[in-house]
């Protein structure tokens, strides 16, 4: 099986790896509203690039009380034709997604950019949406537990008690996928933006559990990118959008 994450919209690589052989695991964040690289994306498209750099600045900055701020005023007066620009551009963005994943066998969780409603109800046929729930894949029980722990109100954003509720409904696994970290600073830290975005929920699931495998995405620039947890191999499958390639658990 192949396992990718943070695929932000790189529809023209997610088409090519799904036409290869084989279940594709897909943890979270699907679409691309920024990419912190050049700034491009959902939110550039809608909101333009003289906001998007200021957005950038403030949250890399670890402003995100300002950040906050300039995205209230920014939105003062226009709530409504804001939000259905960002609609129209959310649901362009997973169309052409689940174009790119028509045909391949998929198993897809969401991550702190995603709507997981959209997700649902837009997934070709022979993906299926996962959250919550183990399933045997090539002999080896999964366990998918979705949500990003994030704190800038989006749609995928879940609390650490919602995360212990789904670990709990899972129990022991072979393999855990998961689209956050555990809270482990070499795994949660993210180099470039300079935060760390890890799960002490998840970090607590390993240590009692020790599922033998752990993979998750969230991190594009981790400062380690595998770690082992007692019995656990935790990895970061990587920033999909920017390599094109996918982990390979053989």
């Not at 943070?6 to 084989?22: N, T």
């Not at 998750?216 to 770690?227: K, S």
Request: with cysteine; hydrophobic share 40%; aromatic share 8%.
């Amino acid at each position: 099986m192949r396992l990718i994450a943070d695929v932000h919209g790189a529809a023209a690589k997610l088409r090519a790896m799904a036409a290869e052989p084989g279940p594709l695991l897909i943890l979270g964040d699907l679409i691309n509203f920024i990419d912190y690289r050049t700034n491009q994306g959902i939110v550039t498209d809608v909101s333009g690039k003289t906001f998007t750099d200021q957005m950038v600045a403030l949250r890399t900055a670890g402003e995100a009380v300002a950040a906050g701020a300039l995205w209230h005023e920014f939105r003062k007066g226009r709530e409504v034709e804001l939000r259905q620009a960002y609609d129209q551009a959310i649901t362009a963005g997973y169309d052409e997604i689940m174009d790119a994943l028509a045909g391949a066998e998929s198993y897809v969780t969401y991550g702190n950019v995603d709507r997981p409603d959209l997700i649902k109800k837009t997934l070709p046929a022979g993906s299926r949406f996962v959250d919550a729930e183990v399933l045997e894949i090539e002999g080896i029980r999964v366990g998918f537990a979705g949500g990003g722990i994030t704190s800038i109100g989006t749609a995928g954003e879940i609390s650490e008690e919602t995360m212990v509720a789904k670990l709990e409904e899972i129990g022991p696994v072979d393999m855990l996928c998961t689209h956050v970290p555990p809270a482990l600073r070499p795994l949660a830290r993210d180099v470039i933006a300079g935060r760390d975005k890890g799960s002490s929920a998840v970090l607590g699931y390993i240590h009692r559990h020790q599922p033998k495998w752990h993979y998750f995405g969230d991190v594009h620039q981790p400062q380690a990118a595998t770690w082992r947890i007692g019995e656990t191999l935790s990895r970061n499958v990587g920033y999909f959008r920017a390599t094109g390639r996918a982990w390979t658990h053989v």
